[in-house]
């Protein structure tokens, strides 16, 4: 009896078919079980509707993985921006301050005056106002985190400048005998040193 050729062809068809085997190691699955396009497939194990977990090995190429490096790159970023803004302030603040010391600086000379002009004047009222008007001074800067430094006492290289020595005065070594010109810190860092003279 002759076979139908089309039965022959069906039944070829549902018989098993020889593949190579590294055919099928070249095979790709489309997604991971997720949803999620996974290019290796083979260490991924997440399943429908669940969160993929972190035995994929296709780290770069895992969709459901890669919202979680966004997250990640997002924080860090975050993070980022945070320390930026941080070091922008201190600088901004550093910048102020280094613009009021300089301002200070210019300012001392004239400030000074009042320590020539006490010296020179002899008239009691005239000596009394031009005081006046320097303690007022005084009294603002010091509002203003400036401060003067104390010029009495065993001389400190830290916070004087010795200009000149004198070795009649009576006490020890070492010791501030008078004050030239005013020294002033400003929260704690000097803006000028404190200018004396110093026993021999």
């Not at 301050?97 to 600086?105: K, N, T, Y």
């Not at 001392?108 to 009042?114: I, K, V």
């Not at 430094?149 to 005065?169: K, M, V, Y």
């Amino acid at each position: 009896m002759k076979k139908n050729k089309s039965n022959e062809n069906h039944l070829k068809k549902d018989e098993p078919q020889n593949i190579d085997k590294n055919m099928i190691d070249d095979i790709t699955p489309d997604d991971c079980g997720c949803g999620e396009n996974c290019d290796c497939g083979d260490d991924c194990k997440c399943h429908e509707g669940e969160k993929c977990n972190d035995d994929c090995s296709c780290d770069e190429n895992c969709d459901c993985k890669k919202e979680k490096n966004y997250l990640d790159d997002l924080l860090r970023l975050q993070a980022e921006f945070d320390n930026y803004r941080k070091r922008m302030q201190s600088a901004l603040s550093d910048a102020r301050q280094d613009g009021f010391i300089e301002a200070i600086e210019k300012f001392l000379p004239a400030l000074d005056s009042f320590k020539m002009a006490t010296d020179m004047i002899t008239d009691k009222n005239t000596l009394m106002g031009i005081k006046f008007i320097e303690k007022g001074i005084l009294d603002t800067l010091n509002k203003m985190g400036v401060e003067e430094i104390d010029a009495t006492g065993e001389f400190n290289p830290e916070l004087h400048q010795a200009i000149d020595t004198d070795s009649t005065a009576d006490v020890a070594p070492g010791t501030i005998v008078k004050e030239a010109y005013k020294g002033f810190t400003y929260k704690g860092k000097v803006i000028r040193y404190s200018q004396v003279i110093v026993k021999r």
